[in-house]
Nanobody, 125 residues
Framework: QVQLVESGGGLVQAGGSLRLSCAASGRTFSVYATGWFRQAPGKEREFVTAIAWFGGVTYYADSVKGRFTISRDNAKNTMYLQMNNLKPEDTAVYYC??????????????????WGQGTQVTVSS
């Protein structure tokens, strides 16, 4: 089992920044990649970004490329999402997720085995 806890959400004005954290515990040695997804009211959960824990390969959705940066600190078993130049359309609940398979498509929610409880990000215009 892997437990994930997100933090860092909040309310910010458009153009502002937030940094989300995702702390992993439990069988973290089994994790191959972690990612961030988001879900706005009335919409499906969508991929935001992901990072491989070995090698550090990163993946981004086109909608956040150039504004969001994913990183991880393996020693702390923590993943971060730095979000800059936030837009009202970034408003959503943000979830971190962990994948224990070495070969899944990192952009697909169904590939992930463990999920955090989510943290709300609200961007006002």
């Amino acid at each position: 089992q892997v437990q994930l806890v997100e933090s860092g959400g909040g309310l910010v004005q458009a153009g502002g920044s937030l940094r989300l954290s995702c702390a992993a515990s439990g069988r973290t040695f089994s994790v191959y990649a972690t990612g961030w997804f988001r879900q706005a009211p009335g919409k499906e959960r969508e991929f935001v970004t992901a990072i491989a824990w070995f090698g550090g390969v990163t993946y981004y959705a086109d909608s956040v490329k150039g504004r969001f940066t994913i990183s991880r600190d393996n020693a702390k078993n923590t993943m971060y999402l730095q979000m800059n130049n936030l837009k009202p359309e970034d408003t959503a609940v943000y979830y971190c997720a962990a994948d224990i398979s070495p070969s899944h498509n990192r952009r697909v929610a169904g590939a992930y085995d463990y999920w955090g409880q989510g943290t709300q990000v609200t961007v006002s215009s």
